[in-house]
């Protein structure tokens, strides 16, 4: 799957003109949407079953605790949008991103949105453990996850041997992801 991960968040007109660039001239298959501004932000990205839309919940980033982890009276704030996502997906396909830099977290979220899936950003250079992510995240079948390393597989080499390099990389996380699996 081809996944534009431009974290798309605005007004309706606006999403839809982001959507129609995504879905209609990138070709992608999902991306990733910043539910912040509400419903009518995100629902131009909803395409039936065959679009996703991945609505960030508990993002990799240090910074994602300045709001993702505000407590609301329903919870944390992170919570609340998992929950949302169950809601919402009766539009279409809905997921949600949630960092491998919590792992902690990842039980919880999954309990909340059992079946959805998630993209995982955060393992590799941001210090997220594939392992981890696939005991703590996955659906109930060992599935739902979509597990995303960049800088660990880009920035694998930067001399004449960039190819092997990464794909040694790649390699390595296949395999550190499969073996909790089996």
Known sequence: PVILDFK???IGNTAEKYAEMAYDVLEADAVTVNAYMGFDAVQPFFRGREKCVFLLCLTSNPGSNDFQRL???EGPLFEVVAATAIKWSAEGSCGLVVGATHPDDLPRVRSIAPDLPFLIPGVGSQGGDARTVATQATTSDGAG???NASR??????SGSDFANAARCATEQLRLAIEEPLE
């Open 8 to 10: 798309a968040g605005d």
């Open 71 to 73: 407590e609301t009276k």
């Open 145 to 147: 996850v979509l597990i």
């Open 152 to 157: 660990s597989i880009l920035y694998a080499s």
